[in-house]
């Protein structure tokens, strides 16, 4: 619903384990790891340049260790790559190993996979902030020290989601999903602009308030779209060099980490020219949508056109209003709107804004 490609591969920790085996093997036989009491840890004190990736320092790691004091352990900034005896001996998923029936760590299930799949050298690495101190520390220590190589060139840490009164909690039954969005009101498409709009390094503070902003904004930018498509104008597969400036710009901001904001800034600027011809921006917004990913490429040009069902959708929906049957005016929208039927409350009543082509 939020149009983020599938991965070509998606691997399940559970199905991988001769890998995790291998590599923990190789740590021990080059002597970064060692085995006591049935578990292999690594030690840190054999990787040099172990601090460094987060500014680090041995004593700051061994407070931030996500298990209590291990006695089994050199050093308690070593981590674990093998569990055998742990504080969960009724532990339901166990293996057999070299070093006993148990687990693998959790930081060398992600460097397993990842070598497996991508090689001992690959380009970027993601994940949240709150993984730099301890798993991807760890990760870097035990790829390298296995691949004898550097193992990834750039890491895209993206900071935190919080709501206005602090971070999201499951436990509290306040999470929310794009599920909840729809069922309140908004197209799914609405959150990915409203997060287009901060940089993926940068905490955003998620508010209804805010979300309504993007959802306007979209609606606004989707209008101007439609508004060219159905222009009675001749189209151009050519661009002004002004068109390849702007062009240039945008994928200039997308090439320098992601800078999210200022693209669509510079797509709003595309939008509001008067130094562009209609084809040169239908041409840019359908370029710059393989990145932004917000249907813009697929809004139709022909004129709106809806089946019988679908305008008796819309009547019973403006009745429902008319009547403050909120809820079922509601169930009606989000009817509409899995359709890809976008409608709009104006003072004149319920208008179809745009149609977005199903492209599952």
Not at 49 to 67: D, H, P, W
Not at 291 to 317: A, C, F, P, W, Y
């Amino acid at each position: 619903m939020l149009n983020i490609c599938r991965p070509h591969i998606i691997c399940l920790a559970t199905e991988h384990i001769p890998e995790m085996i291998k590599m923990v093997q190789t740590l021990v036989q080059k002597e970064y790891a060692y085995i006591s009491d049935g578990n292999v840890y690594f030690d840190v004190s054999k990787f040099d340049r172990y601090t460094e990736f987060a500014g680090l320092t041995i004593e700051s790691q061994k407070q931030t260790e996500r298990v209590d004091h291990d006695s089994r352990k050199r050093n308690q900034a070593d981590f674990v790559l093998w569990f055998s005896q742990s504080k969960f001996p009724n532990q339901i998923m166990k293996w057999d190993s070299p070093w006993g029936v148990g687990f693998p760590g959790w930081h060398v299930e992600c460097s397993a996979m990842a070598t497996k799949y991508l090689g001992k050298h690959f380009d970027i690495h993601c994940g949240g902030i709150d993984h730099i101190r301890v798993h991807h520390t760890n990760e870097i220590a035990q790829s390298e020290c296995c691949n004898n190589e550097k193992w990834v060139n750039y890491w895209l840490h993206g900071e935190f989601l919080n709501v206005e009164d602090g971070k999201m909690s499951k436990s509290k039954g306040d999470t929310l999903t794009i599920d909840t969005l729809v069922r309140d009101g908004f197209d799914p498409l609405d959150y990915r602009y409203f997060l287009l709009i901060a940089h993926y390094r940068s905490s955003v503070a998620f508010s209804y308030d805010g979300l309504k902003t993007a959802k306007n904004s979209l609606q606004k930018l989707r209008k101007r779209v439609l508004q060219w498509k159905s222009a009675d104008t001749n189209y151009s597969a050519e661009i002004s060099s002004k068109a390849i400036e702007y062009q240039s710009l945008f994928w200039e901001a997308v090439y320098n980490d992601l800078h999210t904001p200022k693209a669509m800034a510079i797509a709003w600027n595309v939008a509001k020219s008067h130094r562009l011809s209609i084809s040169e921006k239908i041409i840019l917004f359908n370029d710059f949508d393989r990145v932004l990913g917000l249907d813009l490429s697929l809004i139709k040009k022909e004129e709106i056109v809806l089946t019988e069902e679908q305008n008796q959708l819309v009547k019973d929906r403006e009745h429902a209003r008319k009547n403050r049957h909120w809820s079922e005016a509601d169930r009606i929208r989000i009817v509409l709107l899995s359709q890809g039927i976008q409608v709009e409350d104006t003072a004149n009543g319920s208008e179809i804004s745009f149609i977005i082509e199903n492209n599952t």
